[in-house]
């Protein structure tokens, strides 16, 4: 299929219409086409993986002001928001987690002026949808639920999610670790391995920047209390929230809740597969 219309712009950006231009025959549009899948498989690694996503002030206050509608979205915007030491940290993430998918991609793109562009504009879209509100949905199962509401840290990780600190592959190392434990164990003495093996891998796993990121996503809940709507839950959240400030055990169990969350998910090694493969 013809990735335009024979009299629409052609999808290169040259200006020129598409039958004048990439269109005029096959191999030229599947040369293009196979370009243009590049762009989209490096766009999608920041929903992958939250290290690729814009961890900067100046840039939620952009997302901010996009939710209030004070600007609509413009990724060169979002990109500028973001800062140029930010933009560097996120290419060197990529570099880092996945140099050979980034050689293979960026091989498929124009440049690597294109391939970094596509990475940082993928970044922009996957923070914005990073800096969403928390779901109502889950306030309510907070404040429609006593045990929640008796236990402050539980409240405070229902309104996480593990992909906003772990990556799939993090969410396999726990799945290994977890998958070691012996299955003839009781089931109150398998609970208290799980929970163990979990706590430990979370530390092992654990670097500066998740200590700062699940610090940052703290810090976004508690600014955004109270809830009117549900009085329980934010008082009880808002505690999760006080005892996280001032307790390093009440940080570490949060952690391994939410790494907790990604034990069973599908693996970033086998995203990246099909990316790669497509």
């Not at 329980?232 to 790494?259: M, N, P, W, Y």
């Not at 998910?265 to 995203?271: G, I, K, Q």
Request: with cysteine; proline share 4%.
């Amino acid at each position: 299929m013809a990735l335009a219309g024979r009299n629409e712009p052609c999808p290169c950006g040259s200006g020129t219409k598409y039958k004048r231009c990439c269109g005029h025959d096959r191999a030229t549009e599947a040369a293009l086409e196979h370009r243009l899948v590049a762009i989209e498989e490096i766009a999608r690694f920041p929903f992958l993986s939250r290290r690729l996503v814009p961890d900067s002030d100046a840039f939620d206050a952009w997302v901010g002001g996009l939710i209030r509608g004070d600007h609509g979205v413009d990724v060169d915007a979002g990109v500028a928001a973001m800062g140029d030491e930010e933009a560097v940290r996120i290419v060197s993430v990529f570099l880092e987690l996945l140099p050979d998918e980034w050689d293979a991609l960026s091989a498929r793109c124009a440049d690597d002026r294109e391939a970094v562009g596509a990475l940082l504009g993928g970044a922009v879209a996957a923070g914005i949808r990073d800096l969403r509100p928390v779901d109502r949905d889950l306030i309510l199962i907070v404040e429609e639920s006593d045990d929640l509401v008796d236990d402050p840290l539980e409240a405070l990780a229902t309104c996480l999610d593990g992909e906003q600190l772990w990556d799939r592959r993090e969410g396999a190392a726990a799945d290994r670790a977890i998958g070691a434990i012996p299955d003839w164990l009781d089931d109150d003495a398998y609970d208290v391995r799980w929970h163990a093996t979990l706590a430990s891998t979370a530390v092992e796993l654990a670097s500066d920047w998740h200590r700062r990121r699940l610090a940052r996503l703290v810090a976004r809940i508690e600014r955004a209390l109270p809830l009117p709507a549900f009085p329980k839950a934010s008082a009880a959240i808002r505690r999760g929230c006080e005892q996280f400030a001032v307790d390093d055990a009440t940080r570490a169990r949060l952690a391994a809740t939410l790494l907790g969350d990604m034990v069973g998910r599908e693996t970033l090694d086998t995203v990246r597969a099909g990316l790669l493969a497509a």
